[in-house]
């Protein structure tokens, strides 16, 4: 109230602008050393402010300092406050707090001895850590459990700051029996420190060992302790694997209760220690156990938003492996028409894997909730349910089935106008599927294709346009005036990117016969002059050959333009057995929201670490920056540290080299199942050929080279 | 685990941070605007983790604030860290009472207090409440009066690390009353011509807890699983009550029932922690037919006018009365000049809406009231616009009745020690949440 007073005068009575920079920090220095306790208190309230505004007010280090040995706890805390924050920028500084920080460890206060303890072992001088060691110690084996959990995790700390020193502090092996402790929470917080040291460096300690002889003491603590603490524990205990089927029944019989736990995380760090030990019992689909994780996935439908996409992302890992787990949840899916964009898209693609294929009323279901959803406004929403309604067609497969859904994609190819692309790709996809003795439904996609003008106008993806292509050369009979549009395609053919060119290269030698020669000469002429892309040269290259060959040369063509493509099975991408088995190790991490492995990760950070000891690599790319700029500002570009130097280089060689690789990832899980369709033709002609060609590894044309990069993830 | 977290504004610019790690450069978080731009720049798909520089940014929103923690590991684990970001937004809540850019600045020093109270070196830690309360009690500026100042040094509490970790000893009331609140949000999909597509009930069991020492309760609920822990419950015919009992689909609870004992004897017992908290929850898929039915029949005359024609009825017992009906009714955007014939409740247009709405104070079961509305649309219009499909949403609220016939059959207080008797008070509520739509044609 007080406060609240006083502010609403300050507000009042100000008009004069605020008093200089130099004169607030003279003010503050002259409250903190004011005879008058609440004075200073507030001074030390008033500098922490300054200091959360993002304002230097490491100069008033000392006089706050002078503050820290009173005995109001509320105080001392507002200057523990502040040391933590300048502990990083200022180390040196906080040299001067030691003797303090010391006595204080020993304090009766526990909050006190905590609070020494955890900054003593933040700030990264050397000079403080070597009086870290006797108040690690002690607080180690102190009365007070809640002292206790936080000095266990200090020596992680200390162990991030300090390998060498912590480890001959022999500190690890106080830490390793802080598992036997009484107190589950000392135990999960032990846990967390020491998987974080394995973490950093798997030798010092050996985790899963430890894991592996403490389970029936974790599964005790893990009735008695905090929902943070339970997901910790159940973390490790997701680590373990059990001896036998007896031990593997014993530990899911003693997890499930907690899948009705009301913190969603706990629910999941559940469901993984369940299906971690769910391949080592006897169990038919009928089991309660499944019936009881498909219920829990269920209720995590009900959380916010972010939860239920982490949710989803991992429902989408756990189906792969268990498909018939949520078959009879379809509605709990459905879209909600408040939810955010980035969860409709992953419910479309949950709802589309979801539904059983043997079952036509959940199929017929599906299909007008899709329907629905293509209907809407979102752009990024209509088209992944237009790709969607493609996708259920396949899976349902049934020609009556795979009919309908081709006359609902004709009807909103004809009403929404600026989703063409996507209707395109998707009619295609079921043309492929049913095959080519399916006259009416080729007529009936191709008149609809038949009356564009120019496609340029209708068309602005790659990717469509490929499709476009695909079906002129699938289907020449359908097409008058094949002639003209194609030379249109012609004309823009070098502004078009490579999955559009080699297309038409492959359309166009196809129809050859029907085409005149001149059309052939002029894309052969262009595809190996005027373009960039080496594989579209190559192919180009190629068939020009066989063209020339003399001869046998019709066969040869016959053969490469008339083989018949076998019909797609399924257009949904799945991950390869040991992706997905590693995934499923790793539920509910932040790699199973990406579909990426942690160990995809740690080899580069190992690698980096290997270069630049201590200091992180952006540290120093922007010191180096810095450096930089200043050395500009002086005219002076050329001198600076050969260290920041070589480490610009490194840092840049290692990001682009990460980056690299990044995106060939990112490329080769998501389009690469599209993409593998679409390069049938291609590949089917270059096995019928045998030639030997020389860019085979490169992963745009080859979709088996990337999905070996792909397991290699 | 988490290497910060910050608390940034709408355009990702800090207000206050505090870092656990130094493995993420504090220079990471100048990115996060420009990352949240160039993701918005994309498409409007904005997922809520970002990656640049190897830095993982996972973030949640919350009225005008975003809350974002920073790691530098692919091993962290996400469900924790939003978990624990909703927690510490409830909990600051319970503080400063709404969380926003201006309470975060005002309220600085006790949110530095907090995360480092529930946050270790990243780890969650302690993130009860009412334990907090007990030895953080720095002022808050919304707190009307902060708790008294005790003379004695703040210590943390001894039942914080032990198994109840969540209730402090030594709570006298002079009245031991206990409150329960049976709240049931019903969540439904009604397609245009009337076929409900997806209902849900949502129901949880709120607990006001004005109870002395260390009482350990008993709930009772006409639960077939909870109720009958033989097996009879799976023969129908047999349940002798006059309501069959009825059974309830992922149960959730509070951190204070024991799990096991739920588990294994179908019990649910515990030890409540003070004051309000959610016992538990549960969700229910059966098909129920829609409360508050209602049916718009809208005619376009494109470039002339539309007409609305609506019908709504309350399909609830003729005793039962459906509180503060709000009937949302989507309008192109371009429509003007309303004009409205109706019987009952209020209605008006909502430009900012674009819908218009429909109040009924108090609807009772068995009525069926209607309007017809219509508004003029510009002779004029644009053709490339989009038309945009919103539902319509309908919101109410059902005293003393639950859709899903759950009852409170007893709930019983043992205090080992005090002895005293007490007073539960149950009370019942149905309501809409916040997905009751019926699509529009």
């Known amino acids: ?713 | 685990m988490a290497s910060s977290i910050y608390f940034c504004d709408t355009k990702g610019k800090t207000i206050l941070s505090r870092r656990y790690r130094d493995d993420v450069p504090a220079s990471a978080i100048e990115r996060f605007p420009a990352l949240l731009l160039e993701a918005e720049h994309e498409s409007s798909i904005i997922p809520p983790c970002l990656t640049h520089n190897d830095v993982q940014y996972l973030f949640v929103q919350h009225n005008d604030i975003y809350v974002l923690t920073m790691s530098r590991s692919l091993s962290v684990n996400v469900a924790q860290i939003f978990s624990f970001l909703y927690k510490l937004i409830a909990v600051l809540e319970e503080y400063v009472k709404t969380v926003e850019e201006e309470s975060i600045r005002d309220n600085f020093v006790i949110i530095y207090e907090l995360l480092d109270e529930m946050l270790d070196y990243g780890i969650p830690q302690i993130t009860e409440t009412k334990m907090l309360k007990q030895y953080i009690t720095q002022k808050s500026f919304k707190l009307i009066k902060s708790a008294k100042k005790s003379k004695n040094v703040v210590r943390p509490p001894s039942q914080l690390t032990k198994s109840v970790s969540w209730r402090p000893e030594g709570i006298v009331y002079k009245k031991n009353e206990a409150f329960l609140d049976v709240v049931e949000s019903i969540n439904m999909l009604i397609s245009a011509n009337g076929q409900v597509l997806r209902s849900e009930i949502l129901g949880k069991v709120r607990v006001k807890s004005h109870l002395s020492g260390m009482p350990d309760l008993k709930l009772g609920l006409n639960d077939k699983g909870i109720f009958s822990s033989d097996n009879s419950a799976d023969k129908p015919g047999e349940s002798t009550g006059k309501r069959a009992n009825i059974e309830l689909e992922d149960l959730k609870f509070h951190q204070c029932v024991r799990l096991s004992k739920f588990e294994n004897e179908k019990i649910i017992t515990f030890i409540p922690p003070d004051g309000d908290f959610e016992l538990m929850n549960y969700r229910l898929s059966l098909p129920i037919k829609p409360l508050i039915w209602c049916d718009a029949k809208i005619q376009v005359h494109s470039q002339s006018r539309i007409e609305i024609h609506c019908r709504a009825k309350a399909q609830i017992k003729k005793k039962s009365t459906a509180n503060s009906v709000e009937i949302l009714i989507p309008v192109p955007e371009d429509a003007d000049s309303p004009k409205f014939r109706y019987s009952h409740g209020s209605l008006k247009y909502v430009p900012e809406k674009n819908a218009i709405l429909w109040k009924i104070k108090s609807f009772t079961g068995g009525k069926e009231y209607s309007f017809a509305a219509q508004l003029g649309l510009p002779s004029m219009s644009d053709v490339d616009v989009p038309k945009v499909k919103r539902p319509i949403q309908v919101k109410f609220q059902i005293p003393y009745f639950t859709t899903s016939g759950i009852q409170v059959r007893y709930l019983k207080v043992h205090e080992p020690k005090l002895q005293y008797q007490s007073y539960p008070w149950v009370r019942y509520i149905t309501e809409s949440g916040d997905d009751y739509t019926i699509r529009t044609a």
């Open chain 1, 1 to 713: 109230m007080e406060k609240k007073l006083k502010k609403l005068l300050q507000n009042a009575t100000r008009v004069a602008p605020k008093i200089s920079k130099k004169g607030e920090l003279f003010e503050l220095r002259n409250g903190l050393v004011s005879p008058y306790p609440q004075t200073r208190k507030d001074a030390i309230k008033k500098t922490i402010q300054q200091m959360t505004l993002g304002k230097d007010v490491s100069s008033l280090f000392p006089d706050i300092l002078k503050n820290i040995a009173a005995s109001d706890v509320e105080q001392k805390k507002l200057v523990y406050l502040y040391v933590m924050n300048y502990a990083e920028t200022h180390p040196e500084l906080c040299i001067l707090a030691v003797n303090t920080f010391v006595s204080d460890a020993q304090d009766s206060n526990p909050l006190v001895r905590c609070m020494a303890i955890r900054t003593m072992s933040m700030i990264r001088v050397d000079k403080i850590l070597e009086y870290v060691e006797i108040p690690l110690r002690k607080t180690l084996q102190d009365d007070n459990p809640y002292v206790r959990k936080t000095a266990v995790i200090c020596v992680a700390k200390l162990f991030a700051l300090n390998k060498e020193l912590c480890q001959e502090l022999g500190v690890l092996e106080d830490l390793v029996s802080a598992l036997e402790d009484s107190n589950p929470m000392v135990v999960a917080n032990t846990i967390a420190a020491l998987s974080d040291i394995y973490e950093a460096d798997p030798t010092v300690v050996p985790l899963p060992l430890l894991i592996q002889k403490h389970v029936s003491q974790f599964l005790l603590a893990l009735n008695e302790c905090t929902e943070w603490a339970r997901i910790i524990i159940l973390g490790a205990l997701a680590e373990y694997s059990a001896r036998d089927a007896l031990e593997a029944e014993q530990i899911i019989d003693r997890v499930t209760p907690h899948l009705q736990h009301v913190n969603a995380a706990v629910v999941l760090a559940t469901v993984k220690v369940v299906i971690k030990n769910l391949p080592l019992i006897q169990v038919n689909s009928e089991s309660a156990i499944f019936s009881k994780i498909s219920s829990a996935l269920v209720s995590l439908m009900s959380t916010p938003p972010e939860m239920q996409y982490v949710a989803l992302r991992n429902i989408r890992i756990i189906l792969q492996k268990y498909p018939q787990l949520l078959t009879r949840e379809l509605r709990i899916f459905y879209v909600k028409f408040n939810d955010p964009l980035y969860l409709k898209l992953e419910k479309i693609d949950i709802l589309v894997r979801l539904v059983d294929p043997s079952n036509l009323k959940q199929c017929t279901l599906l299909l007008a909730e899709l329907k629905e959803y293509a209907l809407e406004f979102e752009p990024e929403f209509v088209a992944r349910a237009i790709i969607a309604l493609s996708q259920l067609g396949v899976k349902y497969s049934e020609i009556k089935f795979v009919r309908k859904v081709l006359d609902i994609l004709v009807e909103l190819c004809k009403t929404r106008d600026s989703f063409q692309d996507d209707c395109l790709v998707a009619m295609c996809n079921l043309l492929r599927h049913a095959g080519t003795g399916e006259e009416e439904m080729i007529t009936q996609v191709c008149s609809l294709a038949q009356v564009w003008g120019s496609v340029e106008s209708v068309l602005q993806t790659d990717y469509a346009k490929c499709n476009y292509i695909w079906l002129i050369g699938q289907f020449p009979g359908q097409f008058d005036n094949l002639q003209r549009k194609i030379q249109t395609l012609l004309d823009s053919f070098t502004q078009e990117e490579s999955l559009t060119q080699m297309s038409l290269l492959i359309c166009v030698v196809k129809l050859h016969t029907m085409l005149p020669g001149s059309i052939l000469q002029e894309l052969l002429n262009l595809a190996t002059t005027s373009t960039n892309e080496v594989d579209v040269r190559d192919m180009a290259i190629m068939y020009w050959r066989c063209l020339s060959l003399e001869g046998s040369n019709d066969d040869l063509i016959n053969q490469l333009c008339n083989s018949t493509l076998p019909e797609i099975s399924n257009t949904l991408d799945t991950f390869s057995p040991s992706l997905l088995e590693t995934l499923l190790r790793e539920l509910s991490l932040l790699s199973s929201i990406y579909y990426r492995p942690v160990a995809t990760m740690t080899k580069f950070n190992a690698h980096k670490s290997n270069h630049v000891k201590g200091k992180q690599l952006d540290e120093l790319k922007f010191m180096a920056r810095d450096e930089i700029i200043r050395n500009m500002n002086e005219d002076n570009l050329l001198d600076f540290e050969d260290d920041s130097n070589s480490a610009i280089n490194v840092g840049a060689t290692n990001g682009s080299t990460l980056n690299d690789l990044n995106d060939l990832f990112d490329f080769a899980t998501e389009p690469i199942q599209e993409q593998s369709k679409s390069e049938q033709p291609l590949e089917e002609s270059l096995h019928d050929l045998t030639l030997n060609r020389t860019d085979q590894s490169h992963s745009n044309v080859n979709p088996n080279k990337s999905r070996e990069l792909l397991d290699l993830f």
